[in-house]
């Protein structure tokens, strides 16, 4: 997958796969669809360093739980 594009597509990838990593148990909490790409670079930053870690603290996972949810659409 090139992640280099702006796109709905890529935006809806990298947060399936931040779920998968983190291991979300409440899904429908986070939704791709809740996202768009106009912060797609935030987007991108998060997903990057949650790809680059094998395990978060629960502090870790809330932190970033919550600065997903302050990307959220409005």
Do not use: C, W
């Not at 992640?3 to 597509?9: A, F, G, V, Y």
């Amino acid at each position: 997958m090139n992640l280099d594009n702006k796109t709905t597509e890529n935006v809806n990838y990298m947060i399936e796969k931040i779920k998968e990593k983190l291991k979300v148990l409440n899904i429908g909490a986070i939704k791709s669809s809740h996202f768009n790409e106009e912060l797609y670079d935030d987007i991108r930053d998060i997903y990057e360093l949650v790809m680059k870690r094998e395990s978060f603290s629960p502090n870790e996972m809330q932190a970033i739980a919550e600065e997903l949810g302050s990307l959220r659409k409005q």
